[in-house]
């Protein structure tokens, strides 16, 4: 963690846990399940630097003013920092008009003309309560254009991609203009039953994790983690957006750069 800054008024530490659990999809060390040389719950990019913005509160829920506080924070400091991804595992229901009258999409749009990746999630609307499909129901802001969107796979616990398929929750497009393609989600992958770091190791235990003990996972080294399923956040959590975001960060140092750094979780909430 290189920087932290609150813009809930909560203050550090991440109540709910929602925001630990995707920074550990994004720079988990791994260390916890270390054993016999190998690795089992290991981040994607565990060289990357986090810039944890909270925005979320203790019970998953914020402000849409703070996200935007937030983003604009990050393209503000983006150079002192070194800030090159925004990861917004975050989202809420598009209302009438378009992308050009959301000022949360719009704040998404600032950022990326600064020169930012801005990585959304797609939304966990793809069914209603019955189990009946939802067509164009990209939450906001995953449907401005400049942001890549994604949404969840299901791997079926294979490394076959035969078998991957689109979860029954995931939001999927067309929004917007059903004729234009910059409007549709962008990505898929691995959003069902990801397992990362549970809390914020300087402060208790998160909601999440002390109300959920049946989705607890140990480490073989003495770590401790969670199983989640999902796009964003939410009750079900959000876990394929930080996926596609530390596989750039992950190239960025393939590269040559010592490290990749992702303003995060203003993204949604505080990080380990």
Partial sequence: MRFRKDFTGEGDGDGYGHGTHTAGIIASSGQGSYV???TTFIGMAPGAE??????LGADGTGEVVNVIAAIDFAVAQRERLDI?????SLGHPVSDGTYRDDPLAKA??????AGIVVICSAGNLGKTDDGTPVVGAIVSPGY???????GALNTRG?????????????????VGNPDDPSTWG?????????????LDRRGPASYLWNNYPERQVYGANGGTYFTLSGVEHGGRGGRRTPWRNCSRAWRSSRRGKSSSRCGMEALSMASA
């Fill in 108 to 113: 998404v749009e600032r950022a990326v003309k």
């Fill in 186 to 198: 962008d990505q898929a992958g691995p959003g069902r039953a990801e397992q990362r770091d549970r």
């Fill in 36 to 38: 016999a040389g190998a």
């Fill in 84 to 88: 090159r991804i925004i990861n917004l």
């Fill in 144 to 150: 401005t254009p400049g942001a890549i969107t994604v």
């Fill in 50 to 55: 986090i810039i944890d913005l909270k925005v």
């Fill in 158 to 174: 294979t490394v076959a991609r035969s078998d991957d398929a689109v979860t029954s929750y995931s939001s999927r497009g067309p």
